[in-house]
């Protein structure tokens, strides 16, 4: 993949849709999210005419704050999930990149003062809608064998739509190239309503 990835969605839309450029403005996917399913389900097609799947992420149960969030092929078969890590996520998000069931990276957030202003001041009148361009979450993944950051995901400054900025910091394995990318589509869609 052409680095930095830039994850832009529509704020004001009555389905999440999310679309990924690289570095070139090439689509490099285009992301729907199922509306009314009892579990989340995400489908993500190559370019925004939703002609070509890819594959689909989906939840594997309905609400919960362990909720693992699996990568199904065309095929039915699965090649990795991200795991959000229930109880650590409440003060700072905390995700686990699987290679099928073996956890390889992690997502955590770099400071979690962001997540504690952006609630506070997001819950007072008029002042609540522009936290959304001051307070703006980072992530890294890191590899949980050697602590080693891999990718930083940056939200940035907006108004009438998110955007999210993925940068490689250090080499990425051709097979975890797409898992990596599909988690942080995952947590995008699950932490964008803050920041």
């Known amino acids: 993949m052409d680095y930095p990835l830039t994850l832009t969605f529509k704020i004001v839309a009555l389905s999440p849709q999310l679309t990924v450029t690289n570095s070139s403005g090439e689509t490099v996917c285009y992301v729907k999210q199922k509306l009314f399913k009892f579990k989340e389900a995400v489908e993500i097609f190559t370019d925004s005419t939703r002609t070509e799947k890819l ?3 989906k939840a594997d149960r309905i609400i919960d704050f362990s909720a693992q969030y699996n990568f199904i092929d065309n095929n039915g078969g699965g090649f990795g999930a991200v795991r959000r890590k229930g109880m650590r996520s409440i003060f700072k998000a905390h995700y686990e990149i699987l290679d099928h069931e073996t956890p390889e990276y ?3 957030e770099e400071s979690a003062w962001v997540k504690v202003m952006d609630s506070v001041l997001g819950e007072i009148p008029l002042l609540g809608m522009f936290t959304g361009y001051f307070f703006n979450p980072s992530y890294l993944i890191s590899r949980i064998s050697d602590g080693a950051a891999i990718v930083r995901i940056s939200k940035q400054p907006a108004f009438w739509e998110g955007r999210f900025v993925l940068e490689q910091l250090s080499p990425i394995d051709d097979g975890d190239q797409l898992r990596i990318m599909l988690s942080t ?6 932490e964008r309503r803050r920041g």
């Open 106 to 108: 992690e997502i955590h």
């Open 55 to 57: 594959c689909e992420i």
């Open 185 to 190: 589509l995952m947590m995008t869609l699950l």
